[in-house]
C-alpha cells in the first residue's frame, strides 16, 4: 500500500459505469473509512492517464463501442497493466471484465485484444441474452458467503489453464458457457458479471479487496445490518418462483 493513504482508483467513469457500478467504488470506500482508514479515491477518465500506484482498481460495464474505446486507451496507455504488474487490486465488471481477458468481440464483430491480465477469451453468444438475478457460490478459497447479483450480457467467456472461477452459479448463467462458472480471477485480478452493484448486495467483496491492499486476514467489524437486509431481500426475490 502506499504511505499515506489507500488509493481507490475508479477507471473510466465516462465510459465504463453502466448499471450502477460506480456504487462499487462507493461502497469500497465507505467500508474503508468506517474502518479509520484514510481513502484518496481517483476519478480516471478517458482522456486521462491510468496512475499506477494505485492500490484498488474498480473498473465497470458499458456498452459496445465505449468497451472498445476503453479497451483501445487502456492498451495505448499502459498505466493498469503496470499497476498489476506491481501487485495492485484490480475489480471488474462485465465489459471491465472481457477487457482484462486476452481478447473479445467488439461492436464491429472484430476480435478486440485485452490487456491479458486474466486468462479468459470472450466471445459473443448466439443464443438468448443472459439478463436476470444472479446467485452463487463464491471460491472457497476466498472465503465469502453466497454472492447475489444481476447479469445483462451477451457475451460468453472461457476460462484459461490459469484462471479460477469467481463462484459457480446457483440462478443465472454467469460466464455463459454451460459449466456454471462466473466471473474469473488470476492472484489479485478479478471479474465478474455481476452488476448490483455486486458490492453494495456483497460488501464481503469490498472487504476482500481492502485485506488485501492492506495484507492483512482480518478487519475490524462494522455494521452491515442494512447490507444484510439487501441482500436477503435479492437472494429472496431470486429464489421465488416466477
Given at each position: ?5 489507500l488509493?481507490?482508483?475508479w ?8 448499471y450502477?457500478?460506480?456504487g462499487?467504488?462507493l461502497?469500497v470506500?465507505r467500508?474503508?473509512?468506517?474502518r479509520?482508514?484514510d ?6 477518465r478517458?482522456?486521462q492517464p491510468?496512475?499506477t500506484?494505485?492500490?484498488i ?10 468497451q ?7 492498451r495505448?496507455?499502459g498505466g493498469l497493466s ?7 487490486i ?6 471491465g471484465?472481457?477487457?482484462?481477458g ?6 464491429l464483430g ?5 490487456l491479458?491480465l486474466i486468462?479468459?477469451v ?7 441474452r443472459c439478463?436476470?438475478?444472479?446467485l452463487a457460490?463464491?471460491?472457497?478459497q476466498l472465503?465469502l458467503?453466497q454472492?447475489?447479483g444481476?447479469?445483462?450480457h ?7 489453464p490459469t484462471?479460477?472461477p469467481f463462484a459457480?452459479?446457483?440462478?443465472g448463467r454467469?460466464?455463459?458457457?454451460g ?5 474469473a480471477y ?9 452488476h448490483?452493484?455486486v458490492?453494495a448486495?456483497n460488501p464481503?467483496?469490498?472487504d476482500?479487496l481492502?485485506k488485501?491492499a492492506l495484507d492483512v ?12 437486509a439487501l441482500r ?6 431470486a429464489?421465488?418462483p416466477?
Open positions: 500500500m502506499s504511505d499515506s493513504s488509493r481507490l482508483v477507471v473510466y467513469p465516462d465510459l465504463l459505469s453502466t450502477g457500478d460506480q462499487n467504488a461502497v470506500e467500508r474503508a473509512r468506517q479509520g482508514l481513502v484518496m479515491r481517483i476519478d480516471v478517458s482522456d491510468v496512475p500506484s494505485g492500490d482498481y474498480l473498473i465497470g460495464g458499458g456498452e459496445d463501442r465505449p472498445r474505446l476503453a479497451a483501445e486507451r487502456l495505448r496507455d503496470r499497476a498489476a504488474s506491481n501487485g495492485a484490480i475489480f471488474s465488471v462485465c465489459a471484465y472481457q477487457i482484462l486476452h481478447e473479445f468481440v467488439n461492436d472484430e476480435r478486440e485484444p485485452g491479458g486468462d479468459v470472450s466471445t459473443r453468444g448466439e443464443g438468448a439478463v436476470g438475478d444472479v457460490d463464491i471460491d472457497p472465503g458467503p454472492l447475489t444481476f447479469e445483462n451477451q457475451g460468453i467467456t472461457h476460462l484459461g484462471a479460477r459457480r452459479t446457483v440462478f454467469g460466464n455463459g458457457t459449466d456454471g462458472t462466473e466471473g488470476n492472484d489479485t485480478v478479478f471479474g465478474t458479471y455481476m448490483g452493484p458490492m448486495r464481503q467483496i469490498a476482500l481492502l488485501l486476514n482480518a478487519l475490524p467489524p462494522t455494521d452491515d445490518r442494512w447490507y444484510e436477503a431481500e435479492r437472494i429472496s426475490a429464489t421465488q416466477a
